[in-house]
């Protein structure tokens, strides 16, 4: 079970490395062959699937978020916690609402990411 605390301090500094651009801070929140989802993927990277695995893989499709105008930005608006996942909903770019679910490994680091984003 995630415990309230570790959520807390994981969503505040996830939330922090993202919104500082900080692409290795970000990658320190995840294990190195993490798995991500997200409608965006299929977008940016033109990937049917919408999925990619590992740093090395993801890391160009953050890279074009990262740089992205107007700047990237994450403004929590809730989180939810599971029993080995944290859900945490967000406005991003012109507010809109996403909510992305993060699974964890045993060393509480994620191994699977889902991204939803409202329509």
Request: charged share 20%; with cysteine.
């Amino acid at each position: 079970m995630i415990e309230e605390n570790f959520a807390k301090v994981f969503v505040a500094s996830w939330l922090a490395a993202w919104n500082a651009h900080d692409i290795e801070q970000i990658f320190a929140h995840y294990e190195d062959d993490f798995e991500m989802n997200s409608p965006l993927i299929v977008d940016r990277m033109n990937l049917e699937g919408g999925t990619l695995k590992g740093i090395d893989q993801i890391r160009p499709y953050w890279e074009i978020g990262l740089s992205a105008t107007p700047p990237l930005k994450f403004e929590l608006v809730s989180y939810f916690t599971g029993v080995n996942s944290i859900v945490i909903q967000y406005n991003s770019v012109s507010r809109k609402m996403v909510s992305e679910l993060l699974i964890f490994s045993d060393r509480g680091l994620v191994c699977k990411g889902v991204s939803h984003h409202a329509g």
